[in-house]
């Protein structure tokens, strides 16, 4: 065991932490790596654990993944909207649904969403005129959704994935809002406290703890869980997306969409059993939740930082100008390689997902030393992939650190926008096929005189361009 002690984050005040995971994130995190490998912090009472180097990482999301759950605020936050979906669940039911999704996000699958990825970057080329002046991160995320709801619900339904789109942004809303709020400190405390009592009551009184525990799952001490907007929103979404699995299971040999491979995916190890509609829908609302904003942010960031480079905005621009006036409709990887390595470097400066938050489920050693069952942990996505022993000159916007020799060069698990282990994205290859054509797509078409102010990074669900990417449209057929 290591003799070592682990330091504490810098700027401790009397409450601990908090002020600055709240008003001072991405900074924080940034100063957290720069302390050492594993760094503690605090919040009110409790101490968690900041992991910071690609070694440590990988013990624990690769090798001893199984001694670890995802820290349960984000399952209660999305309790109501995605249930019981890949993103949120845990155990056996997390295990089934990840062998029954894995094929439909097999590389090989994926040829067919290139269509819908290139098709709705066409669309917004058409929306866009010349000299109008966008924001291009709200056009990603348009084409973005547009584009997981397709995946999911077939072109023929895109009205109805706009629809559902607009609900979902609503649920979406009221998820972020409550995101590192003081109410969701206290029901994760009010949950870990009926966790502590278990074994430990009388047994008259064990089945309301069981009771009150099992509510706790769901965000109940979070204010506005009831606003009729947000209800409505829910409701939308069960309702339309429980017409389209009956209309899928009345004619199953109709479409060829993500939702139908959902209703008719079937596990071998369960005697060839299905999904019932309930998990269906958790599954089709979590893939439309978790395929489009990442996707959106990581565009909105690589276009920014391709204005900033006029070098590597013109190798993205002789890439798209080798395709056909509609860009890319099929996917080559070998005609996409310097935008794929943009889109990379775009994922390592600005990850959509800046820590991976994780709680032990046992006693556990990392890197060398011992934590107690329930310790909380964040992987410093954010922090490690700013580091300069993972990324020389780590600030500097480099597309070819991504060069195939320069990644063999890297640390292992030193680049996890996408985490890595069992529980590794599983849309990781769609948003990397995704990314490279919409970017080539809409750059084969237009250009873009983005405004040249510096954006700061904000952090909401994902690593937002605070006040968006504005740029001056010009197509390049005008
Ligand atoms: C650039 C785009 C994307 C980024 C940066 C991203 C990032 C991530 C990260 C960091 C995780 C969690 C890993 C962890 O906690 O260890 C995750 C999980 C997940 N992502 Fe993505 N993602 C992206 C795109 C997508 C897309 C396009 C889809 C689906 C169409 C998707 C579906 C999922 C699902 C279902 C999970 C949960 C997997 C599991 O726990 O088994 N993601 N993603």
Not at 283 to 302: M, Q, V
Not at 330 to 350: C, I, M, N, Q
Request: with cysteine.
């Amino acid at each position: 065991m290591s003799a070592t002690v682990i330091p504490m984050a810098p700027g401790e005040t009397l409450l601990g932490h908090g002020h600055q995971f709240q008003h001072d994130r991405l900074p924080f995190f940034r100063r957290v790596a720069g302390t050492g490998d594993l760094v503690s912090a605090r919040m009110l009472h409790r101490t968690l654990y900041f992991v910071n180097t690609p070694a440590v990482a990988h013990e624990m999301l690769v090798e001893k993944a199984r001694c670890f759950e995802k820290s349960p605020g984000i399952r209660i936050l999305l309790h109501d909207l995605a249930g019981q979906g890949l993103f949120t669940s845990e155990g056996e039911l997390w295990r089934r649904q990840r062998r029954l999704l894995s094929p439909l996000f097999h590389p090989t699958q994926l040829q067919t969403y290139v269509g819908a990825m290139n098709g709705e970057a066409l669309r917004a080329r058409e929306r866009m005129q010349d000299g109008a002046r966008v924001d291009l991160a709200s056009e990603m995320t348009r084409i973005a959704m547009s584009v997981v709801g397709r995946a999911l619900f077939d072109a023929r339904t895109f009205d109805e994935a706009d629809e559902l789109g607009e609900a979902l942004t609503v649920a979406l809303g009221w998820v972020n809002d409550r995101l590192a709020t003081p109410y969701m400190a206290i029901q994760i405390a009010a949950l870990e406290m009926t966790e502590n009592l278990d074994g430990k009551l009388p047994a008259w009184l064990e089945d309301v703890r069981a009771r009150v525990r099992a509510a706790l799952d769901a965000p109940i001490l979070m204010p506005g869980r009831h606003d009729p907007d947000v209800k409505r929103a829910l409701d939308v979404l069960d309702k339309r997306i429980q017409g389209m699995i009956d209309d899928r299971r009345a004619n199953p040999e109709d479409r060829n969409d993500l939702l139908t491979r959902l209703l008719y995916a079937r596990d071998a190890d369960l005697g060839g059993e299905g999904m019932s509609d309930k998990q269906v829908r958790d599954e089709a609302n979590t893939l439309f939740i978790a395929g489009h904003e990442t996707t959106a942010t990581a565009l909105a960031w690589s276009f920014y930082l391709l204005s900033r480079d006029p070098a590597a905005r013109a190798k993205v621009q002789a890439e798209a100008d080798a395709f056909g006036p509609d860009g890319p409709t099929s996917y080559d990887p070998e005609k996409l390689a310097y935008t794929t390595r943009v889109f990379k470097e775009a994922l390592r400066l600005y990850p959509p997902v800046v820590v991976l938050p994780r709680r032990a489920i046992e006693p556990v050693v990392l890197g060398g030393h011992s934590f107690a069952d329930r310790t909380i942990f964040f992987v410093n996505v954010y922090g490690m992939h700013l580091r300069p022993d993972c990324h020389a000159d780590p600030d500097r916007f480099d597309p070819d650190r991504f060069t195939p020799e320069n990644e063999a060069k890297r640390p292992k698990s030193s680049w996890l926008p996408f985490g890595v282990g069992p529980r590794v994205c599983i849309g990781n290859h769609f948003a990397m096929m995704e990314g490279p054509v919409v970017l080539a797509t809409l750059m084969r078409g237009l250009s873009f005189d983005v405004d040249p102010r510096d954006v700061e990074p904000e952090t909401f669900a994902t690593l937002r361009p605070k006040g968006g990417v504005w740029a001056r449209v010009r197509r390049r057929d005008a």
